[in-house]
């Protein structure tokens, strides 16, 4: 499945910004869709994913509290709701269906990996 990240931008910290993430044909049920942020210089990090089949949702520690993840099944489509961004949320941000939530790379990604967009949060 392709999928097509965006909303991304700059805001001061305390600011939001809500991201999408639409795929190109219908999210299979066994998929968990998960938002995965790569900061320059750093490994990929688990944010947030939410289980297709009924919603259930995961978040990293760093950003519980935050950041919202939600789905549109309909359009096929994943949101990332983050409010009370942080210089450190600064990356680029990325969704992938998986297997299981917490992947961020290997067999278990079902989507190619694609150009994500880019959040920047300055202080």
Not at 46 to 51: N, T
Not at 78 to 83: A, G, S
């Amino acid at each position: 499945v392709q999928l097509q990240a965006s909303g991304g931008g700059s805001v001061q910290a305390g600011g939001s910004l809500r991201l999408s993430c639409t795929a190109s044909r219908r999210i299979y049920s066994s998929y968990v869709m998960n938002w995965i942020r790569q900061a320059p210089g750093k490994e990929r990090e688990f944010v947030a994913g939410i289980r297709w089949s009924d919603g259930r949702t995961y978040y990293a520690d760093s950003i519980k509290g935050r950041f919202t993840v939600s789905r549109d099944s309909a359009k096929n489509t994943v949101y990332l709701e983050m409010n009370s961004l942080k210089p450190e949320d600064t990356a680029v941000y990325h969704c992938a269906a998986a297997k299981y939530a917490w992947v961020v790379h290997g067999p278990d990604l079902f989507s190619p990996w694609g150009q994500g967009t880019q959040v920047t949060v300055s202080s």
